[in-house]
């Protein structure tokens, strides 16, 4: 373990952070940017108790923009420069205008979804915008996620789904967990190759358990190849599309955005 990496939980200064960075300099530059926006609220964190890194951040409409954004890193992880690049592309992706998520929406709160689902959709929508800038900031492809944090394990998940729809537990309940996994595993198969098996086992069983199921691929593969998620403009939108094939509940959006110079924030 070098002296230049952390492993307590700690809030870690820009210096440190640079330091950590040195073979990176377009990633120190993207920092920046990212710090320059989000200016003092931006926090940066190692942590030893949690299995994911990730990028958090909690909206203000007064003034518009975040009263926080954290980034919060696994310092058991191997690679510190590749996840800091991938965390800060998330923030990026929020300073350039595409939405972070509020609540369900109220007239969706019959279909049960947790909103951690919707969440982990969104997620990997978002590494499907950004895979290409994270290689062009000098990673290879297998930096991109921790593998262990990605991959689930379709057989098990599909004899839990039936165990439970056995014991009488409604479809609608169990279908959110699955599909959401299943199109998780889905994107992550376009960028680590790895995720590819998992992702044809979810295609395998899938229709032993949805009649619908080759419907509703096509749907998202559709959905996938419309791109309107790419848009910071129509990404909320097309979120909210996307989620009901997956038979997740609708969410409401925030975005902070310029407008004739000035920053606006809206809820969607
Ligand atoms: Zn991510």
């Avoid at 958090?56 to 690049?85: D, E, K």
């Avoid at 279908?175 to 199109?183: A, E, Q, V």
């Avoid at 038979?247 to 606006?264: A, N, W």
């Amino acid at each position: 373990m070098s002296a230049t990496q952390p492993t307590s939980d700690a809030k870690w200064p820009p210096d440190k952070v640079i330091s950590l960075l040195t073979r990176y300099p377009l990633v120190v530059r993207l920092y920046e940017q990212v710090r320059e926006f989000f200016g003092d609220r931006l926090s940066l964190e190692g942590r030893i108790d949690r299995k994911h890194s990730g990028f958090i951040v909690t909206p203000s409409n007064n003034p518009p923009g975040f009263h926080s954004a954290s980034i919060r890193l696994v310092t058991t992880s191997g690679n510190i420069p590749a996840a800091i690049a991938h965390e800060l592309l998330h923030g990026k992706l929020v300073m350039d205008g595409f939405c972070v998520l509020g609540d369900l929406l109220p007239h969706s709160l019959e279909v049960i979804g947790p909103r951690k689902n919707c969440l982990n959709a969104w997620n990997a929508i978002q590494h499907e915008i950004f895979f290409d800038e994270f290689l062009s900031l000098g990673f290879d492809r297998n930096e991109f996620i921790q593998l262990t944090s990605a991959l689930s394990n379709p057989e098990e998940e599909t004899r839990e789904l039936v165990r439970l729809r056995n014991e009488g537990v409604p479809m609608r309940l169990l279908r959110p967990i699955w599909w959401g996994n299943f199109f998780r595993n889905l994107i992550s198969s376009r960028h680590v190759a790895d995720a590819s098996l998992v992702a044809e086992g979810y295609t395998q069983l899938g229709p032993s358990v949805f009649p619908e199921f080759a419907e509703d691929c096509s749907r998202i593969m559709r959905w996938i190849s419309c791109g309107d998620f790419r848009s910071p403009e129509r990404a909320a939108r097309a979120l909210n599309e996307l989620l009901p094939i997956l038979g997740l509940p609708g969410v409401r959006t925030y975005r902070v955005h310029r407008l004739g110079g000035e920053l606006k924030s809206s809820w969607d």
